[in-house]
């Protein structure tokens, strides 16, 4: 008898007890929100914009931009948008995710994941943060952060056949894109038509002998229209532009080079007495290991970065023409 009443104590007790938590925690917690209401304490920003990596980082790599915020439970961040300094790219909005509970407040972490697309320094960005209006009394509604800037570097070569497989060449965000590319499109579609209408003419006056540059840049012209058409796939187009530069360039500069490796022809161009003006190398170094990456390692190039490489492809093909003097010297192009 004296244990079933020892039993039946215990039970009560903790029933009791947790009768007592079911009334008394829900009860503290409104207790301490309404508390940090009152004393309303500011937001507090414990660590500054912190960059991971923190050094340098490689073409295509992903880079992040994150703060934590420290709030009372009565305030949160409900929007966040960001600005990349020109040469990078944001991959996704910014996300927000409470970090910590504790009891009065919450740490949240908002970050921004973004991508350099461009070798070289990458200016300074911003991360603009909203926090939830909770009266009409409050005051501090949001907070501006300086997104530093950071060098990008390029892509290794690989030597030896051996390619450096790296992560997946940035995505780009473009405001009016549509427009863009519409415009784009008109003008290469005129400027098409006027190679061909200048080819006709001369057809008729006798046979006609494209020199290597007016070569390259209608078959620059013809690609980016085939891709635009959906006539060309992305990764086909990609690959068709690498062999029209370096078919190029063998043909400008007499280089007799059909079976060198992208690592033996850069190195070729790359002499200190190169043929190659010296502005031109670092992008045609970067394009063709990238070339490389999307025939050889099957990594997949998005739109940007294939219109970026067009761009640079009919800049190099148009900085590397002979001069009008150069021309006439040798009485005529070859």
């Given at each position: 008898m004296t244990k079933k009443k020892t039993i039946r104590k215990i039970l009560f007790a903790l029933m009791v007890t947790a009768i007592s938590a079911v009334i008394l925690l829900p009860g503290t917690a409104v207790v301490i929100y309404w508390y940090g209401i009152k004393v309303n304490a500011p937001v507090q920003d414990l660590t500054g914009i912190v960059m991971t990596p923190s050094g340098d980082s490689r073409l295509g790599d992903t880079v992040t931009a994150s703060v934590l915020l420290k709030m009372p439970w009565h305030r949160r961040p409900i929007e966040a948008a960001a600005e990349i300094g020109k040469g990078g790219t944001m991959l996704s909005d910014p996300s927000i995710v409470r970090q910590q509970w504790a009891i009065g407040y919450s740490v949240w972490k908002i970050a921004v994941e973004m991508r350099p697309y461009r070798t070289g320094l990458i200016p300074p960005g911003k991360l603009d943060v909203k926090f939830n209006?909770?009266?009409?009394?409050?005051?501090?509604?949001?907070m501006d952060f300086r997104i530093p800037e950071f060098k990008a570097l390029p892509l290794e070569n690989a030597k030896g056949g051996n390619l450096l497989v790296a992560s997946r060449l940035p995505d780009p965000v473009i405001a009016q894109q549509k427009m863009l590319w519409t415009a784009g499109a008109i003008l290469l579609a005129l400027l098409v038509a006027a190679i061909l209408y200048c080819i006709f003419r001369k057809r008729r006056e006798g046979p006609v002998m494209l020199t290597p540059w007016e070569t390259a840049l209608l078959e620059l012209a013809e690609l980016r229209i085939g891709?635009?058409?959906?006539?060309i796939e992305m990764e086909t187009c990609f690959v068709k532009l690498t062999d029209v530069v370096r078919q190029y360039l063998e043909k400008r500069f007499r280089i007799n080079a059909p079976q060198q490796t992208t690592y033996e022809f850069l190195a070729e161009l790359n002499k200190p007495d190169g043929v190659l003006p010296?502005?031109?190398?670092?992008?045609?170094?970067?394009?063709m290991t990238a070339a490389d990456l999307v025939k050889f390692a099957k990594l997949p190039p998005d739109e940007h970065t294939l219109s970026v490489a067009l761009d640079k492809a009919e800049e190099l093909v148009s900085e590397t023409r002979p001069a009008a003097p150069e021309l006439n010297r040798k009485g005529g192009a070859k």
């Open positions: 209006r909770y009266d009409e009394k409050s005051a501090d509604l949001g891709f635009r058409q959906g006539k010296e502005n031109q190398r670092p992008f045609l170094r970067e394009f």
